[in-house]
């Protein structure tokens, strides 16, 4: 819908074909027994780079949806207690020194780092379409490539400033949505604790999926057609120039030109002919991928007490989790999870009374064995350990429960091995580095989303949108 928007801007007609019968992709909603889920994304953090991206249409955040700021951030459980992130950097200087002296001030010296980076990572090499190293070869960038520690990795850096593990845990855990290890991840992407700490953890009213209401809105404000219910069979190539998208149920919509919105493997290793793929099987293979997720939808029928919106739960061991999805690419034995109450804060997605849930479990993406009892396995061992923090049963509290994980990415996504957020940040997958968002051999196919730049996330895939159309607009005239 970004892309969409961009390109109606810029005086084209624009049509979207979706395989759903409502918008959003992976970001959609749905109801059931009175509750509302949000079925993706549930973190709204970078509030600029939605206010930037409603700005370019003349329009602002809060024409189409109201943001609440979360107080806490999130509260992480550990295995010896709960600790809230509070919202305000001062209350988080004072809980940091209490448990290293010396923190806060060195917690100050990170978020100047942190704000640098993001301040030029962000105008400087997110909104690059990554097709040359020319694009690079800017006096700021230049000048503060030592500064923006690219070959630097988040675990060495944060170790330089922290030396307790509760400390360095809480400032390496923004990279788990970078889809990486922190050893393995970039310094760089310190701007993430930028992003935490300083423009902070907010809440869309309604669900994050006001925020996919609002975009449909604007593109349809913008003259955009959307056609539901499409799930496109493949794409008519002819001397290098597709021509035509065919549906399943026969339809053939011509366009000048294409932009791919699904998952990029798909597009181009099941919707082209074999002649026109830029990447090889193997070449895919040898990727290396953000994690999976294993999700949950429950409603309670009751309250849990004194809980908050957003909850990790780090009572376990990080490094053997993040060995099962990495390294051995296994089912975790003892996992790490995440737990959304939206109802915390929105009393409108549940029936009064009760209880919205969202979990979530990083798994490695293409795992084998996505089983109904692997995935009740899994949901026991989250709710005996919701049970020993917070001292509710939510098993005897279950009005409605809905799991969903590899299989059903692959079945409504078409994601490559079932993948839940696309390449993971590494330095190798970086910039050009990332599946070009421009086909090397079809001349006017483009492609947005998580699997090319700038990457994974729901700011990324709006900036992702705005960066495709401005090279097709480059490339082609309206």
Same mark, same amino acid.
């Given at each position: 819908?970004?892309?969409?928007?961009?390109?109606?801007?810029?005086?084209?007609?624009?049509?979207?074909?979706?395989?759903?019968?409502?918008?959003?992709?992976?970001?959609?909603?749905?109801?059931?027994?009175?509750?509302?889920?949000?079925?993706?994304?549930?973190?709204?953090?970078?509030?600029?780079?939605?206010?930037?991206?409603?700005?370019?249409?003349?329009?602002?955040?809060?024409?189409?949806?109201?943001?609440?700021?979360?107080?806490?951030?999130?509260?992480?459980?550990?295995?010896?207690?709960?600790?809230?992130?509070?919202?305000?950097?001062?209350?988080?200087?004072?809980?940091?020194?209490?448990?290293?002296?010396?923190?806060?001030?060195?917690?100050?010296?990170?978020?100047?780092?942190?704000?640098?980076?993001?301040?030029?990572?962000?105008?400087?090499?997110?909104?690059?379409?990554?097709?040359?190293?020319?694009?690079?070869?800017?006096?700021?960038?230049?000048?503060?490539?030592?500064?923006?520690?690219?070959?630097?990795?988040?675990?060495?850096?944060?170790?330089?400033?922290?030396?307790?593990?509760?400390?360095?845990?809480?400032?390496?855990?923004?990279?788990?949505?970078?889809?990486?290890?922190?050893?393995?991840?970039?310094?760089?992407?310190?701007?993430?604790?930028?992003?935490?700490?300083?423009?902070?953890?907010?809440?869309?009213?309604?669900?994050?999926?006001?925020?996919?209401?609002?975009?449909?809105?604007?593109?349809?404000?913008?003259?955009?057609?959307?056609?539901?219910?499409?799930?496109?069979?493949?794409?008519?190539?002819? #001397?290098? &120039?597709?021509?035509?998208? +065919?549906?399943?149920? /026969?339809?053939?919509?011509?366009?000048?030109? %294409?932009?791919?919105? $699904?998952?990029?493997?798909?597009?181009?290793?099941?919707?082209?002919?074999?002649?026109?793929?830029?990447?090889?099987?193997?070449?895919?293979?040898?990727?290396?991928?953000?994690?999976?997720?294993?999700?949950?939808?429950?409603?309670?029928?009751?309250?849990?007490?004194?809980?908050?919106?957003?909850?990790?739960?780090?009572?376990?061991?990080?490094?053997?989790?993040?060995?099962?999805?990495?390294?051995?690419?296994?089912?975790?034995?003892?996992?790490?999870?995440?737990?959304?109450? #939206?109802? &915390?804060?929105?009393?409108? +997605?549940?029936?009064? /009374?009760?209880?919205?849930?969202?979990?979530? %479990?990083?798994?490695? $993406?293409?795992?084998?064995?996505?089983?109904?009892?692997?995935?009740?396995?899994?949901?026991?061992?989250?709710?005996?350990?919701?049970?020993?923090?917070?001292?509710?049963?939510?098993?005897?509290?279950?009005?409605?429960?809905?799991?969903?994980?590899?299989?059903?990415?692959?079945?409504?996504?078409?994601?490559?091995?079932?993948?839940?957020?696309?390449?993971?940040?590494?330095?190798?997958?970086?910039?050009?580095?990332?599946?070009?968002?421009?086909?090397?051999?079809?001349?006017?196919?483009?492609?947005?989303?998580?699997?090319?730049?700038?990457?994974?996330?729901?700011?990324?895939?709006?900036?992702?949108?705005?960066?495709?159309?401005?090279?097709?607009?480059?490339?082609?005239?309206?």
């Amino acid at each position: 819908m970004s892309a969409a928007s961009f390109m109606a801007r810029e005086g084209w007609q624009v049509q979207v074909l979706e395989k759903h019968d409502i918008p959003g992709g992976r970001a959609r909603q749905f109801s059931s027994d009175g509750f509302t889920f949000d079925m993706g994304p549930s973190w709204y953090w970078m509030p600029d780079v939605f206010e930037r991206y409603f700005a370019q249409f003349g329009r602002k955040v809060s024409d189409y949806y109201e943001l609440i700021r979360l107080d806490p951030s999130y509260r992480i459980y550990w295995n010896d207690g709960p600790m809230d992130i509070p919202a305000s950097y001062e209350e988080l200087c004072e809980l940091l020194e209490s448990l290293e002296p010396g923190a806060a001030a060195r917690l100050d010296d990170f978020m100047r780092e942190a704000e640098y980076k993001y301040r030029v990572g962000i105008n400087k090499l997110v909104f690059k379409p990554g097709q040359s190293l020319g694009e690079l070869i800017d006096p700021e960038l230049i000048r503060g490539i030592f500064r923006l520690d690219v070959f630097n990795s988040i675990k060495r850096h944060v170790g330089k400033y922290f030396k307790h593990p509760k400390i360095r845990q809480l400032m390496e855990f923004p990279v788990i949505f970078l889809g990486a290890r922190p050893q393995d991840t970039p310094a760089l992407y310190s701007l993430m604790n930028y992003a935490d700490i300083k423009l902070g953890t907010w809440y869309p009213k309604g669900g994050m999926y006001s925020i996919v209401e609002g975009m449909h809105r604007l593109a349809t404000e913008l003259g955009v057609t959307f056609h539901f219910g499409q799930n496109v069979k493949n794409i008519e190539v002819e #001397s290098g &120039v597709a021509r035509c998208v +065919v549906t399943d149920d /026969g339809q053939r919509f011509e366009a000048d030109v %294409i932009i791919g919105g $699904a998952d990029y493997h798909h597009v181009e290793q099941h919707l082209l002919p074999a002649e026109y793929r830029s990447h090889s099987e193997r070449w895919w293979d040898r990727r290396v991928m953000a994690p999976g997720s294993l999700l949950y939808y429950v409603g309670l029928d009751t309250r849990i007490p004194d809980i908050p919106h957003h909850m990790l739960f780090f009572d376990v061991p990080f490094d053997p989790h993040a060995r099962d999805i990495y390294i051995a690419k296994q089912w975790p034995e003892k996992p790490l999870f995440y737990l959304c109450a #939206s109802s &915390v804060t929105d009393q409108s +997605v549940a029936p009064e /009374g009760c209880e919205n849930l969202f979990f979530l %479990i990083p798994l490695a $993406a293409g795992l084998d064995g996505d089983t109904e009892d692997v995935r009740e396995k899994y949901f026991d061992m989250m709710a005996d350990r919701l049970m020993q923090h917070t001292g509710t049963d939510i098993r005897k509290h279950i009005r409605y429960k809905r799991s969903y994980c590899h299989r059903d990415f692959i079945e409504d996504y078409n994601a490559f091995k079932g993948n839940a957020y696309g390449l993971a940040n590494t330095l190798l997958q970086t910039a050009h580095l990332k599946p070009s968002c421009r086909s090397s051999k079809v001349k006017n196919l483009f492609y947005t989303g998580q699997l090319t730049v700038p990457g994974p996330g729901v700011p990324p895939s709006l900036i992702s949108g705005e960066v495709v159309a401005g090279q097709a607009v480059k490339h082609f005239q309206a």
